[in-house]
């Protein structure tokens, strides 16, 4: 007995071996397959642009030129001397302003309302999330239309209501706040379906006791609902100053007035950043340049960001 158990036992841890020494093999063949694709790829589209282009802002980098001399920090002082930077960094923080408040008030209005349409909710929900989910070429070629002053719906509807018609993206006062209007119908959804998510959270027993206390509708959103929505507004400021700073896509497609129109027109009204720095960087073939115009719109996007957290991180208890 004592030798057959001696041999079952031995057999056994034979066989739990084979088994860690296969989970060992299988976890190599995983890292090999899995892990290792992904941290090449990561370092090869993530990490190296970010170094190259750090470096190359410090550089006289030129596409398709391989020597690219040293040359501090003359790209930067070229940037800040730059007379159409200063207004692409004047124009990016007008649309910033023009875009963000009036987007978190207009999905605040817009969630509460839907949150109390009933039964309606989803269909709502659905058509004001629509423009999200819809290309942003395709729906600005569509309002670049809706503002064409002759032919253009909102002319018509001026001239129908006796109201003087307007020039819109062609006047240099009007065209990036017609922009702003276009980007604000277009992101107003998705900052809607988060606060209707944060509206979720809020416990309804605040407000049935607030009901027991006599509080009116209007003292019952000012002390429950806002406070406790302070982190979807932290998420809500964060994210949408962040984005409205790198507007791209909508000034690109409405600014260049047809053919090969440069964007950012009339005259440097629509010009911000993330354009401008595309221009320099692509159509000047300035990399070095146009690398310095984006660390320096990330340092402001940055500041920017510790700066609101700083301010909007206050903790709310009841």
């Known amino acids: 007995m004592g030798i057959s158990a001696s041999v079952k036992a031995l057999g056994l841890r034979e066989a739990l071996e084979t088994r860690f020494s296969r989970q060992k093999v299988q976890q190599r ?6 892990l290792i694709p992904l941290v090449i790829s990561f370092a090869l589209f993530w990490v190296y642009p970010v170094v190259r282009g750090f470096w190359g802002s410090f550089t006289q980098w030129r596409a398709f030129d391989p020597n690219a001399p040293f040359v501090g920090m003359q790209q930067y002082v070229k ?10 960094l004047r124009n990016t923080f007008y649309y910033t302003v023009l875009t963000i408040p009036a987007n978190v008030i207009l999905a605040l209005l817009l969630a509460l309302a839907i949150e109390a349409s009933g039964r309606a909710r989803t269909a709502f929900r659905t058509i004001y999330f629509l423009p999200v989910v819809t290309s942003t070429i395709a729906t600005a070629l569509v309002w670049k239309w809706l503002y064409q002053p002759s032919l253009g719906l909102f002319n018509q509807l001026l001239t129908l209501a006796g109201l003087p018609t307007q020039r819109w993206l062609l006047s240099p006062q ?10 604000i119908w277009k992101n107003v959804g998705f900052t809607m379906v988060i606060f209707m998510a944060g509206l979720t959270t809020i416990p309804q027993s605040f407000y049935d006791a607030a009901k027991v206390d006599g509080a009116n509708r209007w003292q019952t959103f000012w002390h429950i609902t806002i406070p406790l929505l302070q982190p979807t507004f932290v998420f809500v400021l964060v994210t949408g100053v962040i984005g409205a700073l790198q507007v791209f896509g909508p000034i690109y497609v409405m600014s260049a007035a047809a053919g090969d129109a440069l964007p950012g027109g009339p005259n440097n009204s629509t010009m911000v950043v993330a354009v401008y720095q595309w221009l320099m960087a692509f159509r000047e073939l300035e990399l070095g340049y146009g690398s310095a115009m984006g660390l320096i719109l990330f340092l402001i996007i940055l500041a920017l960001t510790l700066l609101q957290l700083r301010i909007l991180q206050t903790r709310w208890e009841y």
């Not at 063949?29 to 899995?34: D, H, K, M, R, S």
């Not at 940037?79 to 692409?88: E, T």
């Open 29 to 34: 063949i995983f890292i090999l397959t899995i």
């Open 79 to 88: 940037a800040l001397n730059d007379p159409i930077f200063r207004i692409s």
């Open 174 to 183: 009007l065209a990036l706040p017609s922009i702003a209007i276009y980007s």
